[in-house]
T-cell receptor, first 120, second 120 residues
């Protein structure tokens, strides 16, 4: 069975500094997607960044980037120039690519999350 | 379009009572998902609809749980004879299949703010 592990329950970063959140996963699949979701306190979960396993290039979205190491099954998130608004729970998630065209990605598997605090 | 809406945001009930949650997805999204999130955990998949058809159900969805999406638009999640262990945040998400599975926006889930259930 696929699993997602986030080994850092809590992290803290100084405003304007850089922080890296860790995620490892276990799968026997070769085609899959990885995601980082952000969940601010009492607010909805939003997608931060996604990575397709078939792509060797690491995904980037403005201040957010990932370090995807497929062989090591590692998928870390780097937040540069941290801002107060980055404080939230961050969840790493995995889904395998469906066998058929247009198939669902219903069974998204999440890690337990990392709580990020940003100090002013 | 105001995103994915969930109602109520918070429900407090006594053990043994029935509760129902409603989710209104983004209008052009034909896929709808229910997840459960307990304290300190990541979301866990419960069930998935494509239009009105319920295509996947998790083993977490006991026979006290039932989900419907009668017209392929909004969905309801009913929990009968609630137990204290049902206390959790119930998250709804929706997505569209996109033109291709590997297109940039395909199958990205948009989450609602959740419905928090407290069973006394």
């Amino acid at each position: 069975a696929q699993t997602v592990t986030q080994s850092q329950p809590e992290m803290s970063v100084q405003e304007a500094e850089t922080v890296t959140l860790s995620c490892t996963y276990d799968t026997s699949e070769s085609d899959y997607y990885l995601f980082w979701y952000k969940q601010p306190p009492s607010r909805q979960m939003i997608l931060v960044i996604r990575q397709e396993a078939y792509k060797q290039q690491n995904a980037t979205e403005n201040r957010f980037s990932v370090n995807f190491q497929k062989a090591a099954k590692s998928f870390s998130l780097k937040i540069s120039d941290s801002q107060l608004g980055d404080a939230a729970m961050y969840f790493c998630a995995y889904v395998k690519e469906p066998r058929n065209y247009g198939g669902s990605q219903g069974n998204l598997i999440f890690g337990k999350g990392t709580k990020l605090s940003v100090k002013p | 379009d105001t995103g994915v809406s969930q109602d109520p945001r918070h429900k407090i009930t006594k053990r043994g009572q029935n509760v129902t949650f409603r989710c209104d997805p983004i209008s052009e999204h034909n896929r709808l998902y229910w997840y459960r999130q307990t304290l300190g955990q990541g979301p866990e998949f419960l069930t998935y609809f494509q239009n009105e058809a319920q295509l996947e159900k998790s083993r977490l969805l006991s026979d006290r749980f039932s989900a419907e999406r009668p017209k392929g638009s909004f969905s309801t999640l009913e929990i009968q004879r609630t137990e204290q262990g049902d206390s959790a945040m119930y998250l709804c998400a929706s997505s569209s299949p996109g033109q291709r599975w590997r297109s940039s926006g395909a199958n990205v889930l948009t989450f609602g703010a959740g419905s928090r259930l407290t069973v006394l």
